[in-house]
C-alpha cells in the first residue's frame, strides 16, 4: 500500500489553520465524496481506496494517507495536488 507524508508549515493561529482545513476539506469532499471528522486538532478522512489523517499544530501541517492499490499508481499526482493546496492556502 502506497503512502503519503507531508509536513507543511504554516504560520496561523491553530484556529485559523483548523478552518482552512475545513474548508478545504468540505470542498473536496463535495468533489470526491469522501467522509471525515475532527478528533482533538487531527481530522481524520476516508474513502474507498484512501485512508487519511491530518493533524494540525501549532507550527505545520503533517498530512498522512494509505492509498489503495489503484490511486497507488496515482501517488505521485495525488502528492503534487495537495503540495499544491497546500501552498495556496498556507502561504
Known amino acids: 500500500m502506497a503512502g503519503i507524508d ?5 504560520s496561523m493561529p491553530i484556529a485559523k489553520a483548523r478552518e482552512a482545513v475545513e474548508d ?5 469532499a463535495d468533489r470526491f465524496d469522501f467522509e ?3 478528533e482533538g ?3 481524520h478522512f476516508k474513502r474507498a481506496g484512501v485512508d ?3 493533524a ?3 507550527e505545520q501541517l503533517h ?5 489503495g492499490f489503484l490511486l497507488s499508481a496515482l501517488q505521485g499526482t495525488v502528492e503534487q495536488e495537495i503540495r499544491k493546496v ?4 498556507f502561504s
Open 6 to 10: 507531508i509536513h507543511h508549515p504554516h
Open 24 to 28: 478545504v476539506a468540505r470542498k473536496l
Open 36 to 38: 471525515y471528522g475532527w
Open 41 to 43: 486538532d487531527d481530522m
Open 52 to 54: 487519511g489523517n491530518i
Open 56 to 58: 494540525v499544530t501549532p
Open 63 to 67: 498530512v498522512t494517507a494509505k492509498l
Open 86 to 89: 497546500l501552498d495556496e492556502k
